[in-house]
C-alpha cells in the first residue's frame, strides 16, 4: 500500500512506521503501555499486544510459555480460532480454547474465523460462558 507513505495521495493518509524491539514494552504518548506478545503464525514469528487488561492476536498457531505469562489474568483475550480442523498457521477451535483456559481472562474473543467453521449459533453454543466468537461490529467494553 505504497499511497499509505507517500504524500502525493490525494485522500489518503500518510504514515509513519517506528520500529519496535518486540521483546520490551513501549508506550504511546507515554502514557499507554504497550507490551508486545511474540507469537509463532506457521514458521513466521509475528506479534500480538497487550494494551492495558487487552491483549489482541491474530494468525497465531503457537505461542511460547514465557509469551502466556504476559497475558494471563487480562479482562479481555483477543485470538485467532480458524478452524475446526488443525491448520498449520492459525489455531484451530480447540487449540484456541486450550489456549483460553490457560490465559483465564475473564472474556475471550475468537476472530480470524474461516466459512468452514460452521454456523455462528451453533459454534457459539459449544463455548464456555466467557468465550465469544467475534463478529462484525462487535464493540467491547471493559
Request: aromatic residues 10%; negative net charge; charged residues 20%.
Amino acid at each position: 500500500m505504497p499511497y499509505c507513505f507517500e504524500n502525493h495521495y490525494l485522500g489518503a493518509p500518510k504514515l509513519q512506521l517506528n520500529d519496535i524491539d518486540a521483546t520490551q514494552p513501549f508506550y504511546i504518548d507515554d502514557s499507554v503501555k504497550i507490551v508486545p506478545i511474540r507469537v509463532m503464525h506457521g514458521k513466521l514469528p509475528i506479534v500480538g499486544f497487550r494494551i492495558g487488561a487487552l491483549v489482541y492476536i491474530t494468525d497465531a498457531s503457537y505461542i511460547d510459555d514465557k509469551e502466556i505469562e504476559k497475558i494471563k489474568g487480562v479482562d479481555v483475550f483477543i485470538i485467532n480460532a480458524l478452524q475446526m480442523i488443525p491448520h498449520p498457521t492459525h489455531l484451530s477451535l480447540s487449540e484456541a480454547l486450550a489456549l483460553v483456559e490457560k490465559v483465564g481472562a475473564k472474556q475471550s474473543y475468537f476472530i480470524h474465523i474461516a466459512h468452514t467453521m460452521g454456523l455462528h449459533e451453533d459454534i457459539q453454543k459449544m463455548l464456555p460462558p466467557n468465550v465469544m466468537l467475534a463478529y462484525d461490529g462487535l464493540e467491547v467494553e471493559f
